[in-house]
Nanobody, 127 residues
């Protein structure tokens, strides 16, 4: 059974940093995509960042480019999201996802086409 467990969320002031982790068990993702998504209250879940194959292909939402970095440790089966220069609008529940079933990575890696989802970790950024 696949399990994804996020950690690393918390409360920070604007301009601060957090590093999210997603520990995966029951799943080997070295040849597929994994992603980070977020959902703020009253808003739809949106793609933040995705990483495909061995980590050679990464995709970011425009709103986080230059501030967030996605990475993966295949040996440890762990996905990371380094978040710098955080803004209040980054406040949301963050989810990791695995087992992409879409087509084009470039066009769809940040969509919701993943079979497995974690329970989420809350990130709150105050001004």
């Amino acid at each position: 059974q696949v399990q994804l467990v996020e950690s690393g969320g918390g409360s920070v002031q604007a301009g601060g940093s957090l590093r999210l982790s997603c520990a995966a068990s029951g799943y080997t993702y070295s040849s597929n995509c994994m992603g980070w998504f977020r959902q703020a209250p009253g808003k739809e879940r949106e793609g933040v960042a995705a990483i495909c194959t061995g980590g050679g292909s990464t995709y970011y939402a425009d709103s986080v480019k230059g501030r967030f970095t996605i990475s993966r440790d295949n040996a440890e089966n762990t996905l990371y999201l380094q978040m710098n220069s955080l803004k209040p609008e980054d406040t949301a529940m963050y989810y990791c996802a695995a087992d992409f079933y879409g087509g084009s990575w470039y066009n769809e890696a940040l969509t919701l086409k993943y079979n497995y989802w974690g329970q989420g970790t809350q990130v709150t950024v105050s001004s």
